[in-house]
């Protein structure tokens, strides 16, 4: 009977220790929660409406053809460099040796031409010479006359005093007469020569325009036997970064014309993009860190930081932007894209694949208003 009163008596006892026991752990777990919020959970922004992206890049031929080979594989990794596939080369091959040819008769004709010119270089240099030569003997055919002319005129005074004789005067008049007329087909061979120069300028200026024109066709199939050889070069299709081989749908054998896409291919290195609503981040700022929890992973976290932002929200890239310039207007909370980069070094990083599903938690600790 004793026994059972002290029992009777502890029960409310224990039952209040346990009481005050059980609240005083709900008070510290309710304080340890408002610590952390209040030092770091305040300062989280997440959003589950985050994926991985990469910028994958579809391979198109940029010319058009029969394709002979494909030299990769679904899932396959390459490199930059790397043959992807290969299109029938035959009738580009043809088009060089064409584009050859044409560059090889370009360069006959540019040869001639310029030949031309330096013959008529040469011809005028020859006629100035002989312009020159015809000018002495103008000047020597005058200076000639000049002494008969003189000769006579003293013939004829001593004919006049009768000192001489008719013999010696007929002599003299007939050397002036000669002289005379040697000087005027100096002048005439002189004059001739000197129309001779203005025509060969006028050839000469024939002659530079035509090699102008040989320079401007060597240079055209110059420029066309570069473009059919970068054609050539193009028959095989080569990948422009390193990643993997996606959506590959070319086979050998289809006809594949210009921008055809045959496959893509993937970067090794992703990003995230996030979609926070504009109520979230006004504390968010470049280079904060970032925990990307990924669903693939089974929650595994993975470190990044923030890289940009948008320069528009979702909406207005959409393909029929919002209008709301109406009478019904509802405020919808928009979405603002956030570009995360996923932090080098984590074994786990490289296994990231564009479309993932991840949650974005943005640590804005130190942002200033």
């Known amino acids: 009977m004793t026994a059972t009163l002290v029992s009777d008596t502890r029960s409310p006892r224990a039952r209040r220790r346990m009481l ?62 790397d043959l992807l596939a290969r299109i029938d080369d035959r009738d580009y091959r043809i088009r060089v040796a064409d584009a050859e040819g044409a560059v090889a008769a370009a360069r006959a004709d540019l040869a001639a031409a310029a030949a031309r010119v330096a013959n008529l270089d040469a011809r005028s240099a020859q006629q100035r010479s002989a312009i020159a030569q015809d000018a002495a003997a103008v000047s020597a055919r005058a200076a000639d006359a000049d002494l008969a002319t003189l000769a006579y005129r003293r013939q004829a005074d001593l004919a006049r005093q009768q000192i001489t004789s008719d013999q010696m005067l007929e002599t003299a008049a007939a050397d002036a007469h000669r002289t005379r007329a040697g000087l005027t087909e100096a002048r005439a061979k002189l004059a001739t020569s000197r129309d001779a120069l203005p025509v060969l300028a006028s050839e000469r200026r024939g002659a530079t325009a035509d090699l102008d024109k040989a320079q401007a066709a060597l240079r055209r199939a110059e420029a066309a036997l ?44 992703s990003y995230v993009v996030a979609n926070y609503k504009e109520t979230q981040i006004a504390r968010v700022r470049p280079g904060q860190p970032v925990r990307i929890v990924v669903d693939a992973f089974g929650g595994a976290e993975i470190a990044g930081h923030v890289d940009s932002f948008a320069p528009a929200s979702g909406a207005q890239f959409a393909l029929l932007p919002p209008d709301n310039a109406t009478g019904n207007f509802t405020k919808i909370v928009q979405r603002m894209p956030l570009r995360i980069r996923v932090d080098p070094g984590q074994p786990q990083a490289s296994a990231l694949r564009p479309g993932m599903s991840v949650e974005a938690i943005v640590d804005t600790r130190g942002a200033r208003r």
């Open 226 to 269: 570069a473009a059919a050889r970068l054609d050539l070069d193009r028959t095989a299709i080569r990948a422009p970064i390193a990643g993997l081989v996606g959506q590959r749908s070319v086979r050998a054998g289809q006809y594949a014309d210009v921008g055809t896409p045959l496959m893509a291919l993937v970067p090794g290195t």
């Open 20 to 81: 005050l026991a059980g609240g005083a752990l709900l008070l510290l777990a309710a304080a340890g929660f408002a610590l952390r919020w209040w030092t770091s959970g305040r300062f989280m922004i997440e959003t589950d409406n985050a994926y991985v992206r990469a910028d994958v890049v579809a391979i198109a031929p940029r010319v058009a053809g029969t394709i002979v080979a494909v030299a990769v594989a679904d899932n396959q990794r390459v490199r930059a460099g």
